[in-house]
């Protein structure tokens, strides 16, 4: 059979039968407690810590292990026991004062977050129109990856699809099937040598998940329905903002093709690469499948594959990456792929060939760095000998293919029996397997484990069920506003320029902005700046600003709105209570730093003042005013206000010019 | 591979539902797991029927998605309930249990209940003590690598807190057969809440035991790729087989982490938390051992009994009549009263500090507990006095009270704890003439009386 080793970089989605759907992860605003942190980040869906996540060094860490339970109908589960073959151990990173026994596992869940059941509830009620559960039970999915401590993740239907369950997205109906309420997972941190790490500030925050019917036939419907959904997810003011707070599951299948889930999308830039390469490698995936069976490969030739301690005979090898492997006491293991040959360079997906496959299956099942291949060898300093002596060491025919993989033994050993499983289940199955899939930073999608089934749903026995009546009249008064009917709102009633009503419409901080607002009687767009510009340039300036409350914001802007200070001296406090012990109050900080502003009697003095300094400035004339201005701007910033001052220094000059 | 089916739970059918729900689905011949469509005003359910849970809404339907999820739907008797075709068995439990190889040391398996010997029943959605120890070890096959066999048996499947002298009879009695059949160790899953109390027990009924007898259990449920219980089972079984160590120990994880057990004397251990893995603490003494995720085992204690042949005559009798008491400020001293007319004939005083009991309250206050003691005492009782510090040891005579309290006969029982005080003078009241009690309280006799305190016994906070 012949064949094109390139993958195409484009399709006919309509006549390939493309469907897509969505579901849309989305971290829920809601404090548990009452403490600053959860006022100001949100609290966790089981327990009081704060939503609070961390780039500060953790305080301790524990080692976990897990194993592969039994699932609900008795059978461990295909995904536990896939699992199971890479014997993880986990690193969780942990913090004093914003974890607890909870998120470590070493205590049982408190009563369940009722704001972020609320606030759940009413999303998927009034911005997505589904029907409400009238009884929440929280359910422990397994998940033994590392990401959950206890080896599930709780999670609970809180509404299911009714009449009018949809959303416009230009002009067309995508319908919305389900909301769940669940826990966000551990934060992955990478991996210490084989050991995969794990933070745990992320873990037990509320997540609302919205998942779409597959109504979607193009690309660029799934993005604008992305879109879409977020937006009205932060119209409320209900949802966490930033990096991470959001992530998609993208499900993705081509008529011929089958049900994939690319997990984890958190890059919205990338929403439309991955749904075409995923459409584009069911294709090909197809296609390699017959080309699999034109050669006659099945799977008991699979199946017999083995490993081999192949180092030997790279003793002389050049290549550094071998030489600094062996070193370590690394060995080079190798296989046949039984008539592979020319096989591993076909590409799956534009620059994604059968061999990026097979690396990222050894990644996931061995934890391996990657592997070598047939058909891209002789190259990175190995020779053509080498090849060949790797060919007959292996007792490689001539139209099989093999894989070296380099690392530790065990990693190499496990390497095998991973590809050993992922191809033979390629080729029993009828068709494309279901699995999930990870996102790749280059739009391409690598494998990660196969689509888990219904087994691995199970009660939460440490949660009551929870009548969720008496939320029901508060959930239908409640009326959100949409974004456009928002952005209106800002801009004819509160002054604020497009731009800056468009970005804070769906900023999850606009509740708060309105708020300071009203409270404080001070001009919107002093607030919204603060908000949205300077607190971000302080960020970025390495200033932690997380450590602001939302009270400090309240009283920062009360001075403002009865001149105490003046606007420009807002980023000047901003890092001062950043910085500051937290016992010192605003106010004194505005006294100490010598923030208050100056009646205009003691203003004038200044000017006199200065102006007397550099009194040969006035032989400009009113060309005076320019040099003037600046020097008692250096004196005055903050302590009045700029048009004050050009105001009083133009009397100034004036009188002693007369 | 053996295959078997595991027994039944005794939870009502229904479970919670209320009369009028309870009678539609026995007329419609549903029943839990049955697969349902529910019509309601507008909404259509279709899904497994679940039962209802103790705490849940007695009028909403509990169903079990095609996607996993259950949800629950408020109903009245207008809800129309269709029974479709294609139940889920959800009590589908296949145990497939690895064959014994041969050659391996045989250890002998007992299991008595607890959080380890349970999971969650699918239907009603709580947890209950059903597992046989072969479900267990089922999960753990490495296990079938190392050891074999001799016996498992499943004596009891009670929690924690329903255990008392007549089940720690038996599990004496049949490990102590097992020991005298020749195994090489007795491995006990039990409730974690009593497991001091049981490993206690077994300590003084198993005297002089020639090879370990251990206790082991878990803090986490079954159902999770956490559950401690598979390292804390996997390192009990290792020691049974292995190690040269002749006692009465618990096997329990040794910190947070999933990287060591602690193996303490069954008398001078304690739960010390509530809910963490690392719940087991040894008070006044250091570990005998601990033995890592590799089955590396490790003495930290130079005074080790050591494995030997021979049989192991068990003592089993054990007196009831036995009370442990808490002394606390203002408590009254009829509650000592009570236990004189009642008849008790032993009692553990578990007093403040260095042993005290209040001896000189105001007189006005009529709180003379002392005065409450001597009485017991006179009547022929005997009182053991131990602290509620736990930590550390009693003494007669620093002050002017405890001299008092010692002087009217109360035994001081040195740094023994309360609980093991307790079994101990249940044990040692059954067994022993009156006359020698007092004695045979006061020596050692599995480890429960350490004639030194070290420094590194003592657990303090450390951040
Ligand atoms: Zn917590």
Known sequence: MKFETKAPTDIDYEKEGTMIGLEFHQQVLAPYGDDDLNEKHGGKLFCACPAYLRDDEAHFTLKRR?????????????????????????????????????????????????????????????????????????????????????G????????????NSYIDVNGKKIGIYQANLEEDSAKNMGKEGAIKKYRLDRLGIPLIEIATKPDMRTPEEGLATAMRIGELLRTTGFVRRGQGTIRQDLNVSIK?????????????????????????RQIRMLEFLKILETRKITSTMIKKMKGKDVSKLFKNCDAKFIKSALKKKHKVIGTIVPEFKGLIG?????????????????????????????????????????????????????????????????????????????ISLWLESDGLIPEVR???????????????????????TDAKPISISKYINKIEKLEFEMPEDRIKRYISKMKLSEELAIQLSVHPQNTFFEELVAKNK?????????????????????????????????????????GVISKDSIDKLLTAIANSDKKTSVNKLIKSLGLEMMNEEDVRETISKVVDENASFLERGMGAMGPLMGKCMKVLSGKADGKLISKLLKEEIQSRLK | MAKKKSKKTSTSLYGNYNDMLKSRFESLKIQPGDHIVIKYGEKNIDGNLMAQTEMGDPSSIVVKLDNGYNIGIKVDETVHIIKKAGSVDLEKFQIRVPKQKKGLPGITLLGTGGTIASRI???????????????IFASLPELFEEVSFDDVKSLFTLASEDLASPQWKVMAKHSADAINDGTRGVVLLHGTDTMGYSSAALSFMLPDVPVPVVFTGAQRSSDRGSFDGAFNLISAARIAANADIASVMVCMHGSSNDDYCNISRGTKVRKMHTTRRDAFLTINDTPMMNIDYQGIMNELNNDLPRRKKGNVDPKLEYDEKVALIKIYPGIAPDLMDYYIDKGYHGLIIEGTGLGHVPSFPPKEDNRDFLHAV???????IFVGMTSQCLNGRVHPYVYRSTRITYQSGVIYLEDMLPETALIKLGWTLANYEDKSVAKIMSSNLAGEISSRSYYQEYMRNEI
């Open chain 1, 66 to 150: 897990f194993r592969a339970m039994a699932g609900e109908t008795g059978d461990v589960d295909i995904t536990a026991q896939f699992e199971k073959m890479k014997q993880g151990t986990t690193i969780y990173e942990a913090f004093h004062d914003t974890t607890c026994l909870v998120e470590l596992d070493e205590e049982p869940i408190s009563p369940i977050n009722e704001n972020a059941m609320f606030r759940a509830l009413a999303m998927a009620k009034k911005l997505f129109k589904l029907e409400l559960v009238d009884e929440i039970l929280v359910s422990r999915k397994t998940i033994i990856d590392g990401s959950n401590t206890s």
């Open chain 1, 152 to 163: 599930f993740q709780r999670t609970a239907l809180i509404a299911y699809e009714g009449k």
């Open chain 1, 256 to 280: 011929k093709g089958t049900r994939i889930e690319i997990k984890g999308v958190s890059d919205l830039d990338l929403v439309q690469l991955y749904i075409r390469n995923e459409c584009i």
């Open chain 1, 346 to 422: 076909y590409e799956l997906q534009p620059d994604y060939r059968v061999g990026t496959e097979f690396s990222e299956i050894a990644k996931v099942t061995a934890g391996a760095g990657g592997i070598l291949h047939s058909d891209e060898l002789p190259k990175f300093g190995i020779t053509q000998e080498e090849v060949d002596s790797v060919r007959a060491q292996l007792k490689a025919g001539e139209n099989d293919g093999f894989v070296l993989i380099i690392g530790p033994k065990e990693v190499g050993m496990r390497t095998v029996e991973g590809l050993k499983m992922a």
């Open chain 1, 438 to 460: 990870s996102p790749r930073a280059d739009g391409t999608t690598g494998y990660l484990r196969p689509l888990p089934g219904k087994a691995r749903m199970y009660p939460e």
């Open chain 1, 522 to 562: 001070v001009d919107a767009n002093i607030v919204a700046n603060t908000l949205m510009s300077t607190v971000i340039n302080l960020r970025r300036a390495n200033i932690p600003v997380d450590r602001i409350t939302n009270k400090d914001y309240h009283q920062i802007f009360s001075a403002i709105g009865k």
């Open chain 2, 121 to 135: 029943d699918y239907k009603t959605g709580g947890v209950v003590m059903a597992m046989e120890p072969e479900e």
């Open chain 2, 374 to 380: 001597k009485r017991a005492v006179d009547e022929g």
